[in-house]
T-cell receptor
Framework: KNEVEQSPQNLTAQEGEFITINCSYSVGISALHWLQQHPGGGIVSLFMLSSGKKKHGRLIATINIQEKHSSLHITASHPRDSAVYICALLKGGTGNQFYFGTGTSLTVIP | DAGVTQSPTHLIKTRGQHVTLRCSPISGHKSVSWYQQVLGQGPQFIFQYYEKEERGRGNFPDRFSARQFPNYSSELNVNALLLGDSALYLC??????????FGQGTRLTVV
């Protein structure tokens, strides 16, 4: 069993829809990151969470440490949001090593 | 700052050959990590280096090796290439406690 599980694996939405991507994990963490990967490979960090909730524009990320669960929400989705979204863990005590989920491929249709 | 730079961007090798991939971190970042991303999957951790020392190694065979230089740049070496080594190889640099910055990756194709 993977230490990081993401769902759904693929998601197609109409422009303007509210989108939720989920991440569950089974190990102790020092931080959880949500990453965005565009076609061609480039990855950017969207959020780093260790507790609570963060918001940046139309993106909201939440984490529940007790339940070992995090969600990434996109409000008023837009075709430019189409990308792969990856949940990545920094495991406690492992320095700066990341453990990645398999990613959620999001396509937003105009 | 140019961000994390990786070279080459694309590479085609034949089975059994050796490959060297290079990564230059963001200025001031002393930690460099390498990841392999096979098509359709999330990245898998290969190595982490901090201050020129190996700080972590993922579940990869000994054909994979890496090093970090005094200027904090890094090389990933893969010997005796297999078809299954075809992947996007990502390098990430970070400063302690802050989110990582990823390079654009090197797309390796083994034929």
């Amino acid at each position: 069993k993977n230490e990081v599980e993401q769902s759904p694996q693929n998601l197609t939405a109409q422009e303007g829809e509210f989108i939720t991507i989920n991440c569950s994990y089974s190990v102790g963490i020092s931080a959880l990151h949500w990453l965005q990967q565009h076609p061609g490979g480039g990855i950017v960090s969207l959020f780093m969470l260790s507790s609570g909730k963060k918001k940046h524009g139309r993106l909201i990320a939440t984490i529940n440490i007790q339940e070992k669960h995090s969600s990434l929400h996109i409000t008023a989705s837009h075709p430019r949001d189409s990308a792969v979204y990856i949940c990545a863990l920094l495991k406690g005590g492992t320095g700066n090593q990341f453990y990645f989920g398999t990613g959620t491929s999001l396509t937003v249709i105009p | 700052d140019a961000g994390v730079t990786q070279s080459p961007t694309h590479l085609i090798k034949t089975r059994g050959q050796h490959v060297t991939l290079r990564c230059s971190p963001i200025s001031g970042h002393k930690s460099v990590s390498w990841y392999q991303q096979v098509l359709g999957q999330g990245p898998q951790f290969i190595f982490q280096y901090y201050e020129k020392e190996e700080r972590g190694r993922g579940n990869f065979p000994d054909r994979f090796s890496a090093r970090q230089f005094p200027n904090y740049s890094s090389e990933l070496n893969v010997n005796a290439l297999l078809l299954g080594d075809s992947a996007l190889y990502l390098c990430a640099s970070s400063y302690v406690g802050l989110p990582p910055f990823f390079g654009q990756g090197t797309r390796l194709t083994v034929v």
